[in-house]
Nanobody
Framework: QVQLVESGGGLVQAGGSLRLSCAAS????????MGWYRQAPGNQRELVASMTTNGDRNYADSVKGRFTISRDTDKNTVYLQMDSLKPEDTAVYYCKVDYWTSALSKFRRSTRDYWGQGTQVTVSS
């Protein structure tokens, strides 16, 4: 069983900054990747940024140069530093973890995923 604790959302003016964090805990063999997704009203959930244990990062084009994802692998925590925020960044941000349940699942590169409950980010113009 996996638990994710998200924090850092809130209300900020355009051009401001916020930092989201997501800490994973529970019963799992290890974590392959952690990331952030967002969903605005009427829109599908989309990838914002993700990061693997190897340090590979992936960003949505809309946030490149403004958002930075980082991880503390010892603490199983992922951070999303969001700078130069725009009103169109307003959404519920969800943390996702891809994890292995055993050494065998890691060997087979078979992961499971788990989603956080989401944290609201609102950027006012």
């Amino acid at each position: 069983q996996v638990q994710l604790v998200e924090s850092g959302g809130g209300l900020v003016q355009a051009g401001g900054s916020l930092r989201l964090s997501c800490a994973a805990s529970g019963s799992f063999f290890g974590i392959d990747a952690m990331g952030w997704y967002r969903q605005a009203p009427g829109n599908q959930r989309e990838l914002v940024a993700s990061m693997t244990t190897n340090g590979d990062r992936n960003y949505a084009d809309s946030v490149k140069g403004r958002f930075t994802i980082s991880r503390d692998t010892d603490k199983n925590t992922v951070y999303l530093q969001m700078d130069s925020l725009k009103p169109e960044d307003t959404a519920v941000y969800y943390c996702k973890v891809d994890y292995w349940t055993s050494a065998l699942s890691k060997f087979r590169r078979s992961t499971r995923d788990y989603w956080g409950q989401g944290t609201q980010v609102t950027v006012s113009s």
